[in-house]
T-cell receptor, first 114, second 113 residues
Framework: AQSVTQPDIHITVSEGASLELRCNYSYGATPYLFWYVQSPGQGLQLLLKYFSGDTLVQGIKGFEAEFKRSQSSFNLRKPSVHWSDAAEYFCAVGATGGGNKLTFGTGTQLKVEL | KAGVTQTPRYLIKTRGQQVTLSCSPISGHRSVSWYQQTPGQGLQFLFEYFSETQRNKGNFPGRFSGRQFSNSRSEMNVSTLELGDSALYLC????????????FGSGTRLTVV
């Protein structure tokens, strides 16, 4: 069974600082990997996704993520955080062998200090 | 183009009642999934439909059911509501499944009193 670990429940960064949110997954093969963002009371917005190929993936809002097979990780990064990035971020894994479901991590709540 | 539309946005029900939530996927999307989000359990997969057929089901009791219509619109039903069913229910649609990625709606906030 697939699983996702987001070790940081809360992260606080200053506006303009760089950001890295950690995500580790467990799956028997190379999975489909996703990062979603959720603002309070809203649904999930897809930031980026990885299926295969280039291990550095570019997403919306200036985010990127790097897939590292050896570390079973898919960390999300942004070089300069804006106050509007404050939200909850979820990493998710999908099985490549079918199943058509996403398994989510517990989320990381990002706070941005002005 | 229009996104995933969920109705209603908010719902208050009494324990023991039943409830039906609706989801209209993005036009052309044939896969619709449902997730439950709670502070304690996080985001949990309920079920996924494709072309009116349930392809996958999560680990929820039989009180939770769903269906998909020929126009890809989907409904989920919860019978005999319990206080623990209070949650944000999210619908997501995709062209065909996981590989294409899922677009989520804004959710239906269900409160059971």
């Amino acid at each position: 069974a697939q699983s996702v670990t987001q070790p940081d429940i809360h992260i606080t960064v200053s506006e303009g600082a760089s950001l890295e949110l950690r995500c580790n997954y467990s799956y028997g093969a190379t999975p489909y990997l996703f990062w979603y963002v959720q603002s309070p009371g809203q649904g999930l917005q897809l930031l980026l996704k990885y299926f295969s190929g280039d291990t550095l993936v570019q997403g919306i809002k200036g985010f990127e993520a790097e897939f590292k097979r050896s570390q079973s990780s898919f960390n999300l990064r942004k070089p300069s955080v804006h106050w509007s990035d404050a939200a909850e971020y979820f990493c998710a894994v999908g099985a490549t062998g079918g199943g058509n479901k996403l398994t989510f991590g517990t989320g990381t709540q990002l706070k941005v200090e002005l | 183009k229009a996104g995933v539309t969920q109705t209603p946005r908010y719902l208050i029900k009494t324990r023991g009642q039943q409830v039906t939530l609706s989801c209209s996927p993005i036009s052309g999307h044939r896969s619709v999934s449902w997730y439950q989000q709670t502070p304690g359990q996080g985001l949990q997969f309920l079920f996924e439909y494709f072309s009116e057929t349930q392809r996958n089901k999560g680990n929820f009791p039989g009180r939770f059911s769903g269906r998909q219509f020929s126009n890809s619109r989907s409904e989920m039903n919860v019978s005999t509501l319990e206080l623990g069913d209070s949650a944000l229910y999210l619908c997501a649609s995709s062209l065909a499944g996981t590989r294409e990625g899922y677009t989520f709606g804004s959710g239906t906030r269900l409160t059971v009193v």
